[in-house]
């Protein structure tokens, strides 16, 4: 009989760690990446460095890696993209901006936002095509995640475009495992 109850105990006992950890997901919209966000989450908690996006693809501020930053973006229809954006951009009630990028190390960068909008990485006048992407609809720290493959030591724009505010929340971190 006491085998019995120890064995109904032990079986009680081994759903709760899972049933726990399934309820912290739920409860936790921004949980549910399907990569390791943990530094993407950890610099959306921390304060974010003000900065205010070019409007065209000239001259724009530089941002660097693991680091959050507070972007304001100008209204669309005065934006100049001089390479077009990989999904054409609702000019009326939307906000672009372009920032540079120039990274130390050649691997997977990720671009997260806390909003949705559109993400392009230009290089040499060209889109460099996302390698993965995902968005959790009820997060918005952070809400969006680009990931590309990029080239060290060279000159890329990061063009933002058909945001529903005029400011953003953007950090770019090289991806786990390169």
């Known amino acids: ?3 019995l109850i120890l064995v109904a105990l032990l079986t009680c006992a081994v759903p709760l760690p899972a049933f726990s950890q399934k309820n912290t997901v739920a409860a936790d919209p921004c949980a549910r990446y399907k990569w ?3 530094r993407e989450r950890a610099l959306f908690a921390a304060p974010a460095t003000p900065i205010t996006a070019a409007k065209d693809g000239r001259s ?3 941002l ?3 680091r959050a930053y ?3 973006l100008a209204p669309a229809a005065q934006v100049v993209f ?3 954006p990989g999904k054409a951009p609702l000019p009326e ?3 672009s901006g372009f920032l540079a990028l120039k990274l130390p190390v050649t691997g997977n960068y990720r671009v997260a936002a806390d909003l949705p909008m559109w993400m392009d990485v230009v290089a040499d006048s060209r889109l460099v095509p996302a390698s993965d992407y995902e968005g959790q609809h009820d997060c918005d720290a952070p809400r969006k995640i680009v990931q590309f493959a990029l080239k060290a030591n060279k000159p890329l724009i990061l063009q933002l475009s058909g945001a529903s505010e005029s400011a953003v929340k953007i ?3 090289r991806a786990s495992g390169d």
Do not use: C, S
């Open 1 to 3: 009989m006491r085998l």
């Open 36 to 38: 390791d966000v943990t």
């Open 60 to 62: 724009p501020p530089r």
């Open 64 to 66: 660097a890696t693991d």
């Open 70 to 72: 507070r972007v304001e």
């Open 82 to 84: 001089p390479t077009a």
């Open 93 to 95: 009630g939307t906000y």
């Open 171 to 173: 950090a770019i971190v």
